[in-house]
DNA sequence: CTAGTTGCAAAGAGTTTGCATGGCG
DNA sequence: CGCCATGCAAACTCTTTGCAACTAG
């Protein structure tokens, strides 16, 4: 077995749908807004562009997809190269929206217990805890 | 300030679509798969009353409407006292995308762990782990 | 009888696909 | 020059809305 992999053309699009997703740093963006953005400029990216580049981006793990809590459009969000994301689980606030990385041995021995106790491989890079940061928390009480 | 609260009428509508939801437990449906099984029983029930009692039921807190993480549609999921969704997790299988409930120990832990000492209270509701379920993990070594 | 309910059809919102043209390597 | 990428428009999926007929109370 092989691995597909079509050779890759450095597109003006692609890469400036890249940088504007880096520029925004952890703010998260929906597909249409960056549709928008571009347009905005006056730059043409037609809307099939941008979401053709954000599938592929998610399935590389150079940025993440997220749902809003409508469940009806998806947002994106990069994801920095400083940190394997592959690596620990992330948490994802769903009052702030703050996005925790979480590098834990308590949480590698809950994916070795799936693997082992429930036959189940979790995929770190996609899966997202969501729920309530401390922050949110303290302020809920408040 | 008083309740906005119409007189409710029982419709064979309204009770047929209840009582499937309880019948299948823990069991999420989407709301076309609802609209499909009364269709294949001959009773007609349109996908609006269908969709418009869903709404109700989950205002009501009788059912519980959730969004697959892919962010398609909508799951909807009967609400008994025994089986409480906000007591375990839920792992998706990205190959065939069976979902299955866990409800352990070890699980419990890593709840209680994520908020002692990462201060982050997780929502069990929204959250899906991603993955690959042992049927696949062997299917795709064959 | 009155007011909530139903169901068809059509509208919306977000996303994906078909296809001819354009551009990277 | 070959092959991937682009972008327009149309198709698609899921959900909501308009509206006239229907029915529980």
Redesign the interface.
């Known amino acids: 077995m092989k691995q597909n992999r079509p050779t890759r053309y450095t597109t003006s699009q692609g890469k400036q749908i890249l940088e504007y997703l880096a520029s925004l740093g952890d703010t998260h963006v929906t597909a249409y807004e960056i549709v928008r953005h571009f347009a905005a400029a006056e730059v043409v990216i037609g809307q099939t562009t941008v979401y053709r580049h954000l599938e592929r981006l998610a399935a590389e793990g150079k940025i993440r997809k997220y ?1 809003l809590s409508d ?4 947002c994106y969000q990069y994801i920095s190269g400083s940190t394997d994301c592959r690596e620990h689980f992330h ?1 994802k ?2 009052q702030c929206g703050a996005l ?1 990385h ?1 590098a ?1 041995t ?2 590698d ?2 994916q070795g ?2 693997r082992n ?7 770190l890079l ?9 922050n949110c ?1 303290t302020a809920d009480k408040a």
């Open positions: 749902l469940g009806r459009s998806a948490l606030c769903e925790i979480v834990c308590q949480l021995q809950m217990h799936l106790k429930h036959d189940f491989q979790i995929n996609k899966t997202t805890l969501y729920g309530t940061c401390g928390l």
